[in-house]
């Protein structure tokens, strides 16, 4: 299941994991095109971040459903 709310700075989508082992993870997209992912980690009581940015998220998303070897995704920019 997930979720995606707009906002006038960033688009938020958030992953709930179905098996409830893990915690929720959001993706921020922010104006500017950077990518956030947070997690929140018990361990540590604290959102564990990683910033990437839109591109990175690209190649993540076609990895997906990619064979094994190097691709580049090409984009509009």
Known sequence: MFTVEMQE???EITTLDETARFEDVSVFIDKDDRCFIRQ????????????LSWQQLLDINAALNSP???FHIKTGN
């Open 9 to 11: 700075q960033e688009t």
């Open 40 to 51: 929140w980690c018990p361990q540590l009581n604290k959102y564990e971040v990683i910033e």
């Open 68 to 70: 094994v070897g190097p």
